[in-house]
């Protein structure tokens, strides 16, 4: 069973309709028992990073999170603001992240880019695996579905699973032990999206 | 890489999926939640849902609709319509949507674009920009209720004024060229991107895959929107939900 953070943020039925359609067992967890019956979690997130935290404060599932993913050690993938709440903190906020991955999350430097368009980093862009991780199983020249102006810098190299260009190449997907991330939608990204959450499913 | 984007426009209408033109004549295309799901099949790059009765009606959104269309939708939504206050926006989010379109709302009470930015972040506020020409010059101004009202401002100011409001893309919509498939108003688009840095949508006028090669030709990176040319086909208009392929779109970006 995967468990589908629901703190009000994300789309939790996109997951949940993809999840049905590969037959993968999937609800959308509203208490810390239905974390605690998961064997794997799903953390979406949309929006401003003080809101998407303070939100997951007021949902009381902090702490059940904190101890499923950094005690019990099931494996986790954060979307988007999902993925940046795993960091240390943001410049886009001042709320403390999860602090789940030693990273730090910026704005782009829009003075690198040459289009006349700046941010957010909106729309379809590769990402490319930096080493075979099963997360990327299958997926040859993956495409994703991109929104965000801001995206995490990880202190640790190795913690980069895959990176894109927008300007300059930053991390679109992150991995520290049991915990990843994608600053792209997989659940809006067509068959490279829905072969990404098979292969979270696969993770044990 | 990053990709233009080529977006079918899907206007509702008595709960119908409607296609206008001139924003008048709604055409009866079918069931809306079909059409989606047609374009899920076609993978589809992103897909804009406007409800055209809600303004004019001064009616809530549709949440139970748009709730059904988000937990559809296998790519990015973003869905417009009657949309005043700030609340609404929230709750339109949290059902799963990606972008929330404002239009009247924007031209009445310019605040509501920074109090939405602040509460779900720019990424996810569209102010979308009817432009029709008026008068007897025949200047571009920005109209609103399906355009039966005028506002006097110039839609390029008026763009720039959303972006620094904390607009995170704007959709400028040719009122004179929609359903006429006659090509996009290159004018309007040279004025509206030379005043703004955000992601820019144009809609409106596109007759032909060559439409949209020439306004990615011109722009590199833009969202090309279409009504028409994504649900007809032939000079008969005959309702057909279509959308290029993967080698189609490719030529149609690596120009």
């Given at each position: 069973?995967?468990?589908?953070?629901?703190?009000?943020?994300?789309?939790?039925?996109?997951?949940?309709?993809?999840?049905?359609?590969?037959?993968?067992?999937?609800?959308?967890?509203?208490?810390?028992?239905?974390?605690?019956?998961?064997?794997?979690?799903?953390?979406?997130?949309?929006?401003?990073?003080?809101?998407?935290?303070?939100?997951?404060?007021?949902?009381?599932?902090?702490?059940?999170l904190d101890e499923e993913v950094l005690g019990t050690k099931k494996p986790v993938l954060g979307i988007c603001v999902g993925m940046q709440m795993m960091a240390h903190a943001s410049e886009e906020g001042k709320i403390p992240g999860l602090g789940w991955?030693?990273?730090?999350?910026?704005?782009?430097?829009?003075?690198?880019?040459?289009?006349?368009?700046?941010?957010?980093?909106?729309?379809?862009?590769?990402?490319?695996?930096?080493?075979?991780?099963?997360?990327?199983?299958?997926?040859?020249?993956?495409?994703?579905?991109?929104?965000?102006?801001?995206?995490?810098?990880?202190?640790?190299?190795?913690?980069?699973?895959?990176?894109?260009?927008?300007?300059?190449?930053?991390?679109?997907?992150?991995?520290?032990?049991?915990v990843y991330g994608t600053q792209f939608h997989p659940e809006k990204s067509h068959q490279w999206g829905v072969q990404l959450l098979k292969n979270f499913a696969k993770l044990t | 890489m990053l990709r233009p984007r080529l977006i079918p426009c899907l206007l509702i209408h008595n709960g119908g999926l409607v296609k206008t033109v001139n924003f008048t004549n709604p055409k009866y295309l079918g069931d809306?939640?079909?059409?989606?799901?047609?374009?899920?099949?076609?993978?589809?790059?992103?897909?804009?849902?406007?409800?055209?009765?809600?303004?004019?009606?001064?009616?809530?959104?549709?949440?139970?609709?748009?709730?059904?269309?988000?937990?559809?939708?296998?790519?990015?939504l973003c869905y417009g319509g009657g949309i005043k206050t700030v609340e609404q926006i929230d709750k339109i989010i949290s059902l799963g949507v990606e972008k929330v379109a404002v239009s009247s709302a924007a031209i009445d009470n310019t605040t509501i674009i920074s109090d939405a930015a602040s509460r779900v972040g720019s990424q996810s506020v569209v102010v979308v920009i009817d432009v029709k020409k008026t008068g007897l010059l025949r200047r571009q101004e920005v109209v609103s209720h399906n355009a039966s009202r005028r506002t006097g401002l110039n839609p390029a100011t008026f763009a720039r004024q959303m972006e620094l409001l904390g607009a995170g893309e704007i959709l400028i919509n040719s009122v004179d060229r929609d359903g006429v498939m006659n090509g996009y108003d290159m004018d309007l688009i040279e004025q509206v991107r030379q005043s703004i840095n955000?992601?820019?949508?144009?809609?409106?006028?596109?007759?032909?895959?060559?439409?949209?090669?020439?306004l990615i030709r011109c722009y590199g990176i833009i969202g090309a929107g279409a009504g028409s040319i994504f649900v007809f086909k032939g000079k008969y208009r005959a309702v057909l939900i279509n959308y290029p392929n993967r080698l189609e779109k490719e030529d149609l970006i690596l120009t």
């Amino acid at each position: 069973m995967i468990a589908l953070v629901d703190f009000g943020l994300g789309n939790i039925q996109a997951f949940a309709n993809i999840y049905r359609y590969l037959g993968i067992e999937a609800a959308p967890a509203r208490t810390a028992d239905d974390l605690r019956a998961a064997s794997r979690i799903i953390l979406p997130g949309v929006g401003a990073f003080d809101c998407a935290m303070t939100r997951l404060q007021e949902s009381g599932l902090r702490d059940a999170l904190d101890e499923e993913v950094l005690g019990t050690k099931k494996p986790v993938l954060g979307i988007c603001v999902g993925m940046q709440m795993m960091a240390h903190a943001s410049e886009e906020g001042k709320i403390p992240g999860l602090g789940w991955i030693n990273a730090m999350v910026e704005k782009f430097d829009t003075s690198l880019l040459e289009s006349k368009t700046y941010l957010p980093h909106m729309g379809w862009n590769d990402a490319n695996p930096l080493r075979t991780d099963t997360l990327f199983s299958g997926l040859d020249n993956p495409r994703y579905y991109f929104l965000h102006s801001y995206f995490m810098r990880a202190e640790r190299e190795e913690d980069v699973l895959a990176t894109s260009n927008y300007g300059e190449t930053f991390t679109s997907a992150v991995r520290f032990g049991n915990v990843y991330g994608t600053q792209f939608h997989p659940e809006k990204s067509h068959q490279w999206g829905v072969q990404l959450l098979k292969n979270f499913a696969k993770l044990t | 890489m990053l990709r233009p984007r080529l977006i079918p426009c899907l206007l509702i209408h008595n709960g119908g999926l409607v296609k206008t033109v001139n924003f008048t004549n709604p055409k009866y295309l079918g069931d809306p939640i079909n059409a989606l799901r047609i374009f899920n099949e076609k993978e589809v790059d992103e897909l804009i849902v406007l409800d055209i009765d809600a303004t004019i009606k001064g009616a809530e959104p549709d949440y139970q609709l748009i709730s059904h269309l988000a937990s559809e939708c296998r790519m990015p939504l973003c869905y417009g319509g009657g949309i005043k206050t700030v609340e609404q926006i929230d709750k339109i989010i949290s059902l799963g949507v990606e972008k929330v379109a404002v239009s009247s709302a924007a031209i009445d009470n310019t605040t509501i674009i920074s109090d939405a930015a602040s509460r779900v972040g720019s990424q996810s506020v569209v102010v979308v920009i009817d432009v029709k020409k008026t008068g007897l010059l025949r200047r571009q101004e920005v109209v609103s209720h399906n355009a039966s009202r005028r506002t006097g401002l110039n839609p390029a100011t008026f763009a720039r004024q959303m972006e620094l409001l904390g607009a995170g893309e704007i959709l400028i919509n040719s009122v004179d060229r929609d359903g006429v498939m006659n090509g996009y108003d290159m004018d309007l688009i040279e004025q509206v991107r030379q005043s703004i840095n955000l992601p820019l949508t144009v809609l409106g006028g596109a007759g032909s895959l060559n439409d949209i090669k020439e306004l990615i030709r011109c722009y590199g990176i833009i969202g090309a929107g279409a009504g028409s040319i994504f649900v007809f086909k032939g000079k008969y208009r005959a309702v057909l939900i279509n959308y290029p392929n993967r080698l189609e779109k490719e030529d149609l970006i690596l120009t």
